[in-house]
């Protein structure tokens, strides 16, 4: 089964970090473009963050550079993304997300989301104190 499975999310005071996992089952990832995408409560969901299959270059969303780092371990089949100085609003459910490859630029493929094929299901991460 092919499925896309998100690390639990959970709660987080302000200026705190967490790091979310992805891990793949039944395809391998290393040929994905991979991305983390939230929604947060009554707004559209919106891409973060973008990894390239072929060189590790990435894309963040302007609210989150510098604080948020996405990376991925082929060998474990999973991506991850490193969240640190979390603010209230980046309270969102963040989902995972894989593409095959194509375009090469990361943007693409936060801003399209429908070019992503595969989709996690969600987790929660909530940012208070």
């Known amino acids: 089964q092919v499925q896309l499975v998100e690390s639990e999310g959970g709660l987080v005071q302000p200026g705190g970090s967490l790091r979310l996992s992805c891990t793949a089952s039944g395809f391998p990832l290393d040929n994905y473009n991979l991305g983390w995408f939230r929604q947060a409560p009554g707004k559209e969901r919106e891409g973060v963050s973008c990894?390239?299959?072929?060189?590790?270059?990435?894309y963040y969303k302007d609210s989150v550079k510098g604080r948020f780092t996405i990376s991925r371990d082929n060998a474990k089949n999973t991506v991850y993304l490193q969240m640190d100085s979390l603010k209230p609003e980046d309270t969102a459910v963040y989902y995972c997300?894989?593409?095959?490859?194509?375009?090469?630029?990361?943007?693409?493929?936060?801003?399209?989301?429908?070019?992503?094929?595969?989709w996690g299901k969600g987790t929660l991460v909530t940012v208070s104190s």
């Open positions: 997300a894989a593409a095959p490859l194509g375009y090469a630029v990361m943007s693409y493929y936060c801003t399209y989301q429908r070019v992503m094929t595969n």
């Open positions: 990894i390239s299959a072929t060189d590790d270059s990435t």
